[in-house]
């Protein structure tokens, strides 16, 4: 069986990616990997459809430096080195494929959420970065508090 060598874990630094953490740096121990995390800020100008009649490069900034210090401070926790971060500004699909792309990932590990009805037929991030990515994929489910309501 092929070994991991760079493991890649994409991160949205809410409070179930430390499900996400448990499983990766395990996985890396097993392998000896390398690992590296990315955090991928959607630009404003995605959420406002560019249509938005000031300048949003300080807001952006703003959002980008914030995210960085979360992504250091989440990083830090992990109880494994971390080779590299990332934290960049785009569409999360192209973005985390790019980077491990660059950096010859051999494994991405994402987050799913369960997915019913209609954000099922919709997709998630997870199925986005599945469909054209560079390398294997693990989808790790990711139990929210909303998992524990009755329906």
Avoid: W
Wanted: a negative charge; glycine letters at 6%; proline letters at 3%.
């Amino acid at each position: 069986m092929a070994r991991y060598t760079r493991i890649l874990l994409a991160v949205d630094l809410s409070d179930e990616s430390s499900q996400l953490a448990e499983r990766t740096v395990e996985l890396a121990r097993l392998n000896e990997a390398q690992l590296s995390l990315i955090h991928v800020v959607e630009p404003l100008s995605f959420a406002y459809g560019g249509d938005v009649p000031m300048d949003l490069s300080t807001i952006q900034e703003q959002l980008d430096e914030h995210a960085r210090s979360k992504l250091d401070a989440y990083a830090k926790s992990l109880d494994y080195p971390v080779d590299k971060t990332f934290v960049v500004t785009g569409n999360t699909e192209t973005e985390i494929h790019r980077v491990a792309s660059n950096e010859q990932t051999d494994l991405i590990v994402v987050g799913s959420h369960g997915r019913h009805g209609l954000a099922l037929l919709l997709g998630s991030t997870a199925n986005g970065v599945l469909h054209g990515a560079p390398c294997d994929v693990l989808a790790v489910r990711v139990h929210t508090d909303k998992d524990n309501e009755p329906a």
